[in-house]
Protein backbone atom coordinates (compact mmCIF):
# COMPACT_ATOMS: atom_id res chain seq x y z
CA UNK A 1 0.00 0.00 0.00
CA UNK A 2 1.20 3.45 -0.67
CA UNK A 3 2.49 5.49 2.08
CA UNK A 4 2.28 9.26 3.28
CA UNK A 5 3.47 11.14 5.29
CA UNK A 6 1.52 14.91 6.58
CA UNK A 7 3.70 16.68 8.56
CA UNK A 8 0.70 19.01 9.78
CA UNK A 9 -2.71 19.40 10.62
CA UNK A 10 -4.75 19.61 6.83
CA UNK A 11 -8.11 19.81 6.46
CA UNK A 12 -10.22 16.97 7.62
CA UNK A 13 -12.25 16.33 4.17
CA UNK A 14 -8.76 15.47 2.64
CA UNK A 15 -7.03 13.87 5.57
CA UNK A 16 -10.23 11.34 5.52
CA UNK A 17 -9.61 10.62 1.57
CA UNK A 18 -6.15 10.05 2.13
CA UNK A 19 -6.47 7.57 4.93
CA UNK A 20 -9.15 5.85 2.50
CA UNK A 21 -6.47 4.51 0.27
CA UNK A 22 -3.04 4.56 1.91
CA UNK A 23 -1.11 4.00 5.09
CA UNK A 24 -0.96 7.26 6.70
CA UNK A 25 1.33 8.69 9.04
CA UNK A 26 1.08 12.32 10.95
CA UNK A 27 3.76 14.22 12.25
CA UNK A 28 1.17 15.89 14.60
CA UNK A 29 -1.31 14.84 17.06
CA UNK A 30 -1.37 12.17 20.10
CA UNK A 31 -0.55 9.28 17.68
CA UNK A 32 2.24 11.96 16.35
CA UNK A 33 5.69 9.71 14.64
CA UNK A 34 8.79 11.40 14.11
CA UNK A 35 9.70 11.34 9.99
CA UNK A 36 12.82 9.77 10.32
CA UNK A 37 11.25 6.53 12.02
CA UNK A 38 9.24 5.85 8.88
CA UNK A 39 11.23 7.73 6.16
CA UNK A 40 12.50 4.50 3.97
CA UNK A 41 8.56 3.45 3.89
CA UNK A 42 7.36 6.98 2.47
CA UNK A 43 6.41 8.16 -0.95
CA UNK A 44 5.05 10.90 -0.72
CA UNK A 45 4.83 13.81 1.52
CA UNK A 46 2.29 16.72 2.10
CA UNK A 47 4.15 19.15 4.03
CA UNK A 48 3.68 22.43 6.52
CA UNK A 49 6.03 23.65 8.52
CA UNK A 50 8.41 20.79 9.03
CA UNK A 51 12.14 20.97 7.84
CA UNK A 52 12.98 18.40 5.14
CA UNK A 53 16.99 18.93 4.69
CA UNK A 54 19.18 16.85 2.65
CA UNK A 55 19.94 14.49 5.63
CA UNK A 56 15.40 14.22 5.84
CA UNK A 57 15.64 13.78 2.09
CA UNK A 58 18.40 11.08 1.64
CA UNK A 59 17.13 8.99 4.43
CA UNK A 60 13.69 8.65 1.86
CA UNK A 61 14.77 5.81 -0.60
CA UNK A 62 10.65 5.13 -1.72
CA UNK A 63 10.10 9.10 -1.55
CA UNK A 64 8.63 10.42 -5.27
CA UNK A 65 7.02 13.59 -3.99
CA UNK A 66 7.00 16.62 -1.24
CA UNK A 67 3.78 18.54 -2.18
CA UNK A 68 3.93 21.82 -0.09
CA UNK A 69 0.94 22.36 1.37
CA UNK A 70 1.52 25.99 0.43
CA UNK A 71 3.51 28.45 -1.72
CA UNK A 72 7.31 28.83 -0.34
CA UNK A 73 9.75 26.51 -0.29
CA UNK A 74 12.31 27.58 2.39
CA UNK A 75 11.72 24.68 4.43
CA UNK A 76 12.64 22.19 1.37
CA UNK A 77 16.57 21.57 0.18
CA UNK A 78 15.26 21.89 -3.65
CA UNK A 79 18.83 20.85 -4.46
CA UNK A 80 18.77 17.51 -2.40
CA UNK A 81 15.11 16.97 -3.53
CA UNK A 82 16.16 16.92 -7.25
CA UNK A 83 19.84 14.96 -6.96
CA UNK A 84 16.94 12.45 -5.52
CA UNK A 85 14.57 12.43 -8.52
CA UNK A 86 12.18 13.72 -5.67
CA UNK A 87 9.24 16.15 -7.29
CA UNK A 88 8.56 19.51 -5.22
CA UNK A 89 5.45 20.88 -5.77
CA UNK A 90 4.01 24.02 -4.28
CA UNK A 91 0.19 25.12 -3.77
CA UNK A 92 -0.22 28.78 -5.59
CA UNK A 93 -3.24 30.54 -5.02
CA UNK A 94 -4.46 28.66 -2.12
CA UNK A 95 -4.21 30.95 0.53
CA UNK A 96 -3.96 34.31 -1.54
CA UNK A 97 -7.20 35.55 0.14
CA UNK A 98 -6.80 34.22 3.18
CA UNK A 99 -3.61 35.86 3.90
CA UNK A 100 -5.10 39.39 2.08
CA UNK A 101 -7.55 39.35 4.56
CA UNK A 102 -5.35 38.70 7.13
CA UNK A 103 -3.55 42.21 6.28
CA UNK A 104 -6.65 44.05 6.90
CA UNK A 105 -7.52 42.34 10.14
CA UNK A 106 -4.33 43.82 11.35
CA UNK A 107 -4.19 46.67 9.87
CA UNK A 108 -7.94 47.36 11.25
CA UNK A 109 -6.64 46.10 14.61
CA UNK A 110 -3.68 48.46 14.54
CA UNK A 111 -5.68 51.25 13.45
CA UNK A 112 -8.55 51.39 15.97
CA UNK A 113 -6.29 50.24 18.63
CA UNK A 114 -8.38 46.83 18.79
CA UNK A 115 -6.06 45.12 21.02
CA UNK A 116 -5.78 47.74 23.55
CA UNK A 117 -8.82 48.38 23.72
CA UNK A 118 -10.51 44.94 24.06
CA UNK A 119 -7.75 44.24 26.99
CA UNK A 120 -8.96 47.29 28.39
CA UNK A 121 -12.43 46.58 28.64
CA UNK A 122 -11.60 42.96 29.57
CA UNK A 123 -10.17 43.99 33.50
CA UNK A 124 -13.31 46.17 33.90
CA UNK A 125 -12.13 49.63 32.23
CA UNK A 126 -15.09 50.38 29.94
CA UNK A 127 -14.98 54.28 29.37
CA UNK A 128 -11.85 55.82 31.20
CA UNK A 129 -8.87 56.62 29.53
CA UNK A 130 -10.42 56.49 26.07
CA UNK A 131 -7.87 59.89 24.99
CA UNK A 132 -4.89 57.46 23.47
CA UNK A 133 -7.37 55.04 21.56
CA UNK A 134 -8.45 57.56 18.82
CA UNK A 135 -7.59 55.22 15.71
CA UNK A 136 -7.14 56.43 11.93
CA UNK A 137 -9.44 55.61 8.95
CA UNK A 138 -8.26 53.80 5.89
CA UNK A 139 -10.46 55.22 3.15
CA UNK A 140 -7.52 58.09 1.82
CA UNK A 141 -4.89 56.33 2.81
CA UNK A 142 -2.19 54.94 1.14
CA UNK A 143 -1.03 51.35 0.90
CA UNK A 144 2.22 50.78 -0.49
CA UNK A 145 2.20 46.57 -1.40
CA UNK A 146 6.02 45.27 -1.60
CA UNK A 147 5.69 41.60 -3.67
CA UNK A 148 2.46 42.04 -6.73
CA UNK A 149 1.67 38.38 -7.19
CA UNK A 150 -1.43 36.59 -6.67
CA UNK A 151 -1.86 37.72 -2.51
CA UNK A 152 -0.63 41.17 -3.30
CA UNK A 153 -3.23 42.15 -6.30
CA UNK A 154 -5.69 40.66 -3.78
CA UNK A 155 -4.47 43.12 -1.21
CA UNK A 156 -4.68 45.86 -3.92
CA UNK A 157 -8.61 45.05 -4.44
CA UNK A 158 -9.38 44.99 -0.63
CA UNK A 159 -7.56 48.21 -0.36
CA UNK A 160 -9.67 49.27 -3.20
CA UNK A 161 -12.92 48.46 -1.51
CA UNK A 162 -11.94 50.96 1.57
CA UNK A 163 -10.81 53.75 -0.77
CA UNK A 164 -6.98 53.88 -0.37
CA UNK A 165 -4.46 54.49 -3.26
CA UNK A 166 -2.64 51.64 -3.76
CA UNK A 167 1.13 51.88 -4.47
CA UNK A 168 3.52 48.51 -5.95
CA UNK A 169 6.66 47.34 -6.04
CA UNK A 170 7.51 44.22 -7.88
CA UNK A 171 10.50 44.02 -10.22
CA UNK A 172 8.94 41.22 -12.55
CA UNK A 173 5.40 43.17 -11.86
CA UNK A 174 4.66 45.89 -15.37
CA UNK A 175 2.73 48.42 -15.50
CA UNK A 176 -0.29 47.02 -16.92
CA UNK A 177 -0.64 44.58 -13.47
CA UNK A 178 -0.66 47.21 -11.84
CA UNK A 179 -2.97 49.73 -13.57
CA UNK A 180 -5.32 46.64 -13.73
CA UNK A 181 -5.31 46.76 -10.19
CA UNK A 182 -5.93 50.16 -9.64
CA UNK A 183 -2.08 50.53 -8.50
CA UNK A 184 0.51 52.65 -8.93
CA UNK A 185 3.44 50.77 -9.81
CA UNK A 186 6.46 52.96 -8.08
CA UNK A 187 10.25 52.09 -6.86
CA UNK A 188 10.84 50.59 -3.31
CA UNK A 189 12.15 53.88 -2.23
CA UNK A 190 9.06 55.91 -3.49
CA UNK A 191 6.73 53.14 -1.48
CA UNK A 192 9.07 53.32 1.56
CA UNK A 193 8.50 57.22 1.17
CA UNK A 194 5.00 57.58 0.67
CA UNK A 195 2.75 55.37 1.94
CA UNK A 196 0.76 54.79 5.00
CA UNK A 197 0.52 51.77 4.98
CA UNK A 198 3.41 49.14 3.82
CA UNK A 199 2.86 45.48 3.64
CA UNK A 200 5.26 42.77 2.78
CA UNK A 201 4.43 39.90 0.11
CA UNK A 202 7.92 38.60 -0.96
CA UNK A 203 9.74 35.26 -1.34
CA UNK A 204 12.85 35.00 1.57
CA UNK A 205 15.56 34.78 -0.41
CA UNK A 206 19.82 35.68 0.12
CA UNK A 207 18.91 39.37 -1.75
CA UNK A 208 15.49 39.86 0.28
CA UNK A 209 16.93 38.66 3.93
CA UNK A 210 16.07 42.20 6.04
CA UNK A 211 15.25 43.72 2.63
CA UNK A 212 13.84 46.31 5.33
CA UNK A 213 16.32 47.50 7.71
CA UNK A 214 17.06 50.92 9.61
CA UNK A 215 17.76 52.83 6.51
CA UNK A 216 14.33 51.61 4.86
CA UNK A 217 12.49 52.24 8.31
CA UNK A 218 14.30 55.80 8.48
CA UNK A 219 12.35 56.67 4.69
CA UNK A 220 8.85 55.90 6.39
CA UNK A 221 6.59 58.18 7.69
CA UNK A 222 6.87 58.57 11.60
CA UNK A 223 2.96 58.15 11.36
CA UNK A 224 3.34 54.53 9.20
CA UNK A 225 2.21 51.22 9.87
CA UNK A 226 4.40 48.26 8.15
CA UNK A 227 2.92 44.54 8.03
CA UNK A 228 4.31 41.45 7.16
CA UNK A 229 2.28 38.31 6.73
CA UNK A 230 5.16 36.77 4.19
CA UNK A 231 8.26 35.60 5.59
CA UNK A 232 10.27 35.94 8.84
CA UNK A 233 13.43 37.71 7.75
CA UNK A 234 12.48 40.11 5.62
CA UNK A 235 12.39 42.47 8.46
CA UNK A 236 15.41 43.22 10.13
CA UNK A 237 13.63 42.74 13.30
CA UNK A 238 16.30 44.41 15.80
CA UNK A 239 15.91 47.64 13.73
CA UNK A 240 12.15 47.22 14.06
CA UNK A 241 11.81 46.66 17.50
CA UNK A 242 14.24 50.22 17.47
CA UNK A 243 11.75 52.35 14.85
CA UNK A 244 9.00 51.06 17.57
CA UNK A 245 10.52 52.43 20.78
CA UNK A 246 11.77 55.35 19.36
CA UNK A 247 8.67 56.39 17.65
CA UNK A 248 10.88 56.68 13.79
CA UNK A 249 7.23 54.68 12.87
CA UNK A 250 3.76 54.25 14.46
CA UNK A 251 3.43 50.28 14.48
CA UNK A 252 3.58 47.39 13.22
CA UNK A 253 1.61 44.23 12.75
CA UNK A 254 3.68 40.29 12.16
CA UNK A 255 2.32 37.43 11.50
CA UNK A 256 5.99 36.01 11.00
CA UNK A 257 8.87 36.08 12.48
CA UNK A 258 12.82 34.88 12.47
CA UNK A 259 12.40 33.13 15.83
CA UNK A 260 9.92 30.80 14.32
CA UNK A 261 11.88 27.93 14.12
CA UNK A 262 13.88 29.44 17.70
CA UNK A 263 12.18 29.73 20.42
CA UNK A 264 8.79 31.28 20.35
CA UNK A 265 7.97 31.75 23.94
CA UNK A 266 10.44 34.60 23.71
CA UNK A 267 10.54 35.59 19.76
CA UNK A 268 11.91 38.96 20.18
CA UNK A 269 15.01 37.91 22.53
CA UNK A 270 17.30 38.93 20.17
CA UNK A 271 16.54 42.31 20.37
CA UNK A 272 16.38 42.26 23.90
CA UNK A 273 13.84 44.21 24.34
CA UNK A 274 10.87 42.32 26.27
CA UNK A 275 7.67 42.47 23.60
CA UNK A 276 5.32 44.09 26.62
CA UNK A 277 7.76 47.15 26.24
CA UNK A 278 6.54 47.15 22.27
CA UNK A 279 2.61 48.29 22.72
CA UNK A 280 2.99 49.41 19.23
CA UNK A 281 3.98 45.98 18.06
CA UNK A 282 1.00 43.07 17.34
CA UNK A 283 1.97 39.58 16.65
CA UNK A 284 -0.08 36.31 15.53
CA UNK A 285 1.39 33.34 15.01
CA UNK A 286 1.65 32.45 11.45
CA UNK A 287 -2.34 32.03 10.60
CA UNK A 288 -2.71 34.52 7.81
CA UNK A 289 -3.30 31.20 5.50
CA UNK A 290 -5.27 29.46 8.11
CA UNK A 291 -9.11 29.57 7.09
CA UNK A 292 -11.08 26.80 6.20
CA UNK A 293 -11.53 27.65 3.22
CA UNK A 294 -7.79 27.88 2.70
CA UNK A 295 -7.09 24.67 4.37
CA UNK A 296 -9.60 22.79 1.97
CA UNK A 297 -7.82 24.33 -1.67
CA UNK A 298 -4.36 23.88 -0.13
CA UNK A 299 -5.15 20.34 0.57
CA UNK A 300 -6.97 19.21 -2.01
CA UNK A 301 -4.36 20.70 -4.22
CA UNK A 302 -1.29 19.11 -2.58
CA UNK A 303 -3.08 15.55 -2.40
CA UNK A 304 -4.17 15.99 -6.23
CA UNK A 305 -0.08 16.39 -6.76
CA UNK A 306 1.00 13.21 -5.04
CA UNK A 307 -1.96 11.45 -6.27
CA UNK A 308 -0.82 12.73 -9.74
CA UNK A 309 3.42 11.39 -9.26
CA UNK A 310 2.07 8.37 -7.45
CA UNK A 311 0.30 7.38 -10.83
CA UNK A 312 3.51 8.07 -12.94
CA UNK A 313 2.30 11.64 -14.01
CA UNK A 314 3.78 15.26 -13.80
CA UNK A 315 2.38 17.60 -11.11
CA UNK A 316 0.66 20.64 -12.02
CA UNK A 317 2.82 22.90 -10.09
CA UNK A 318 6.64 22.03 -9.61
CA UNK A 319 9.25 23.51 -8.42
CA UNK A 320 12.36 21.87 -9.57
CA UNK A 321 10.79 20.29 -12.84
CA UNK A 322 13.70 22.23 -14.49
CA UNK A 323 16.54 20.23 -12.59
CA UNK A 324 14.71 16.87 -13.30
CA UNK A 325 14.30 17.20 -17.02
CA UNK A 326 18.32 17.88 -16.83
CA UNK A 327 18.91 14.34 -14.84
CA UNK A 328 16.39 12.58 -17.73
CA UNK A 329 18.95 13.91 -19.95
Known amino acids: MTTIYISDPIHPDILTDIQAGADVHLGYGPNKVDYLSVS ?9 AENFTREVIEASPRLKIIARHGVGTNNVDIDAATERRVWVTTTPGANS ?20 AAD ?19 SGRTIGIIGFGAIGKRVAAIAKGFGMRILASDPVATSADASASGADLVELDTLYDGADIITVHAPLLPGTRHMIGARELGMMKNTAVLINTSRGGLIDEDALVAALTEGQIAGAALDV ?12 AHTRVPLSKVPNL ?9 TQEAFLEAGTKSWLEVKAVLAGNAPSFPVNSDGLQKLAV
Not at 40 to 48: A, H, K, Q, S, Y
Open 257 to 268: LEAESIDMKDPL
Open 40 to 48: ETVDGVILR
Open 282 to 290: ILTPHIAGQ
Open 97 to 116: NAVAEHVFALLLTEARKVCT
Open 120 to 138: RVRVGNWSESKADLIGFEL
